[in-house]
């Protein structure tokens, strides 16, 4: 964090160029460009090609895992999109994934995908005959763009994602958006693992408000965490784990709003 001198103190601010919300878009992907803005201090996303790492903004469709994107500099591609409402929920976040928490660094917006792909279900003729396997169509068209592109220019990021439908959220009401963990733990990975979430419309009990984040690990005992921060948990063994986030009132019932107030995830840690 040292080296990273003043950019933990930033304040990103991001706004959504593309899709608008609201937006409908033809076809199967959709692509994410992105505008950053604010006290940034240094911040900059963009991965470090010897470690893999760097200052990223998490891109979450629906309620599925968050995707990485490190270069606004291209938009990401989220691919075979499934035809129907969507939602598309980002905010910055830093190389080990802790999110950053000042106002404007979330954005949130809904679309409408018209047409849209889905990787089970190969494009057919009316008659049933296979015409193209999407994943690789995605893929031949990659090494076209790729081909044309200059030496200079990476590949885009993107991602094929799953089939997937907005939740029915409101806005207004308080709003929890799951971040991590996600995915595999290694080594010296699996020592601490971060729960880290971003929080709308809402203070949690030790910020001054009424609600609080419940969160269970394996379905084991409930614990509460009361303060917007993210927390560490060690202890973990080899394995598959799963973690459970939850969005709660006083009363200890989850806060309703479009599902996307308890999730779950399963990680895998190998120690
Ligand atoms: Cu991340």
Do not use: C
């Amino acid at each position: 964090m040292t080296a990273r001198g003043e950019q933990d103190e930033a304040a990103p601010i991001l706004r959504f160029v593309e899709p608008r919300d609201g937006q409908t878009i033809t076809g199967s992907t959709v692509n994410v460009k992105l505008a950053l803005a604010g006290e940034l201090k240094g911040y900059k996303p963009a991965k470090d090609p010897a470690t893999g790492m760097g200052n990223h903004i998490h891109v979450i469709l629906d309620n599925q895992p968050y995707e990485a994107y490190y270069s606004l500099d291209q938009p990401f591609e989220l691919r075979n999109v499934t035809e129907g409402k969507h939602t598309l929920r980002v905010f910055a976040s830093r190389p080990w994934h802790e999110s950053y928490k000042n106002a404007g660094s979330f954005q949130m917006i809904s679309f409408t995908v018209k047409g849209g792909g889905d990787v089970s279900k190969p494009t057919t003729t009316a008659t049933g005959q296979t015409m193209a396997d999407n994943k690789n169509a995605n893929a031949n068209k990659n090494t076209n763009a790729n081909a044309n592109a200059t030496a200079a220019t990476p590949p885009r990021e993107g991602k094929d994602v799953a089939s997937s439908q907005a939740g029915e959220i409101d806005t207004t009401k308080p709003h929890l958006t799951y971040s991590r963990p996600k995915g595999d733990y290694k080594g010296a990975d699996a020592e601490a693992i971060m729960i880290d979430f971003w929080l709308v419309n809402g203070k949690l009990q030790g910020d001054g408000g009424e609600y609080r984040v419940r969160y269970t690990v394996n379905g084991g005992d409930a614990k509460f965490i009361d303060k917007w921060e993210p927390i560490w948990l060690t202890g973990w063994t080899t394995g598959k784990h799963t973690v459970k986030v939850e969005l709660v009132d006083k009363a200890g019932n989850v806060v309703e709003n479009g599902g996307y107030n308890s999730t779950s995830r399963d990680i895998n840690v190998t120690k």
